[in-house]
């Protein structure tokens, strides 16, 4: 590896940490390192072509960069990544405006540091691989997130592209090979070290079909259709309502490859749901609609506008919302009420959306944020969060997105209002969840699962002390 790369990859840093944390993340760990040093020639050949998906903290963008890349696209599903690769552009801009003058001896270095370098893109679209002669990729634990890529290089960049996806050994499976054959007739490994490897794709195939994801399922669930149920209703998911309508027979999920369970009923939803009996009622009251749409400006740092007239209708938050099916049970379910739904990934907010207007909402918000950091609601205004929060990052055991997401909902929640948890058994959150929102209530548990019911309190009146 070229000092130059070495003197950026030494400054990262694993945003929002700064790296001191010794069972903590590493901001270039050895697959990064492995993926730019099989890049460095094809980078010099093709500087202007070089995308990158899935950066974790910006070690391959800005290592490519330091390889000679004139502009890098990027591309990254969580917007905690995009933060980690705008704080450690700003680390390294130094190092690599003196890198590059350096390299083409140009002196003296100019005391102003260079620009980013790179442009971000959303979400995977045609636009992000056209022309692309390299495709650097941290491979997803998820197949579907890989087809998904997989087949927008193939399709959209030049036909002579190389796609190189790089993982820990044991974390990769011959289905990924699999997965790239799909669409590229040439896949094959490299030699494994320090128990990463890649696998290298080229040549796209010309006989590929139509894009798979996002795809689209019907659940017809009991647990979803009586859940979407309005409180005081018959159960009856065929009966009709008041208005003479009849009740829906099942939800329509879409999902993109990267949300989470893909179009499915994951079980721990599965048996959220099934406590919606004992949610709350929300307050009967009309509501003006609110287009459901992803935030525009859902990146920033500030918290997005809050939904006019919150003052004086409920308010119900699916906190971590994957491919949206509860929020789309809380509008079904709370047909007057302001519901918003929260997520860190880009799919799973495009999931969302799609899943709500395919069953007809058109009354909820959908924000693209860390753990609930940016909700459009003013604290202590939030009658209702759901909450299914996520113990893994890729392919590591970690609580802390929900931890986060605990002391967001004891944030947002007005005096009286409920959060209600799904984990695994195993976790132990009550206690968590006590110092965070308040008394907490044991609900239901299966053999996997934990339902709790959390009532927030002002500290001074909370009956619960402690650790």
């Known amino acids: 590896m070229s000092p130059e790369v070495e003197a950026v990859l030494a400054r990262l840093r694993p945003y929002p940490e700064d790296g001191s944390r010794a069972d903590g993340p590493v901001a270039a760990d050895a697959t990064d390192r492995l993926l730019l040093d099989e890049a460095a020639a094809l980078v010099r050949e093709f500087p202007d072509d070089v995308v990158v998906v899935g950066d974790r903290f910006g070690a391959l963008t800005l290592g490519a960069l330091a390889s000679g890349a004139h502009k890098v696209r990027t591309q990254m599903d969580a917007v905690t990544a995009e933060a980690a690769l705008s704080a450690n552009s700003s680390l390294v801009s130094k190092a690599l405006w003196d890198g590059r003058a350096r390299a083409t001896a140009s002196?003296?270095?100019?005391?102003?540091?260079?620009?980013?370098?790179?442009?971000?893109?959303?979400?995977?679209?045609?636009?992000?691989?056209?022309g692309a002669r390299l495709v650097l990729l941290q491979l997803p634990a998820s197949l579907a997130e890989l087809t998904e890529i997989a087949e927008h290089v193939a399709r959209y960049a030049d036909p002579s592209v190389t796609l190189l996806a790089g993982g820990r050994v044991k974390h990769m499976t011959h289905a990924m090979n699999d997965v790239l054959g799909a669409s590229f007739t040439q896949v094959s490994a490299s030699l494994a070290r320090q128990k990463s490897r890649l696998l290298v794709a080229r040549e796209p195939r010309a006989d590929v079909g139509p894009l798979t994801y996002p795809v689209t399922a019907r659940l017809t669930d009991r647990e979803i259709l009586d859940a979407i149920v309005p409180p005081g209703t018959a159960p009856e998911s065929q009966a009709p309502d008041a208005a003479g309508q009849d009740r829906p027979t099942g939800l329509t999920v879409v999902a993109h490859g990267a949300a989470f369970a893909g179009a499915t009923l994951d079980h721990g939803t599965r048996f959220l749901l099934a406590q919606a009996h004992r949610w709350p009622h929300l307050s009967d009251l009309q509501v003006p609609p609110v287009t459901s749409t992803s935030d525009t400006a859902d990146t920033s740092d500030t918290p997005a506008a809050p939904v006019p007239g919150m003052d004086a209708h409920p308010v119900a938050i699916d906190l971590g919302c994957g491919t949206g099916i509860l929020a789309?049970?809380?509008?079904?379910?709370?047909?007057?009420?302001?519901?918003?739904?929260?997520?860190?990934?880009?799919?799973?907010?495009?999931?969302?959306?799609?899943?709500?207007?395919?069953?007809?909402?058109?009354?909820?918000?959908?924000?693209?944020?860390?753990?609930?950091?940016?909700?459009?609601?003013?604290?202590?205004?939030a009658d209702l969060v759901l909450l299914n929060p996520p113990f893994h990052d890729r392919a590591a055991l970690s609580t802390d997105a929900a931890h986060r997401m605990f002391a967001t909902a004891g944030r947002v929640l007005r005096d009286g209002g409920e959060l209600w948890t799904?984990?695994?058994?195993?976790?132990?959150?009550?206690?968590?969840?006590?110092?965070?929102?308040?008394?907490?209530?044991?609900?239901?548990q299966d053999r996997r699962f934990t339902v709790t019911r959390s009532v927030r309190k002002l500290l001074t009146d909370m009956s619960v002390t402690g650790g």
Do not use: K, M, W
């Not at 302001?338 to 999931?351: E, K, N």
């Open 422 to 444: 799904v984990f695994n058994t195993g976790l132990h959150y009550r206690r968590a969840l006590e110092r965070a929102v308040g008394p907490t209530e044991h609900v239901a």
């Open 107 to 130: 002196v003296p270095v100019p005391h102003e540091p260079a620009g980013p370098g790179f442009t971000q893109h959303d979400r995977l679209e045609p636009r992000l691989f056209e």
């Open 328 to 381: 789309t049970v809380l509008a079904l379910r709370y047909p007057t009420a302001h519901v918003i739904a929260s997520d860190r990934s880009r799919a799973a907010c495009d999931s969302a959306g799609a899943t709500l207007a395919a069953n007809g909402v058109r009354t909820a918000r959908i924000v693209r944020d860390d753990a609930g950091a940016l909700l459009p609601v003013p604290d202590g205004s």
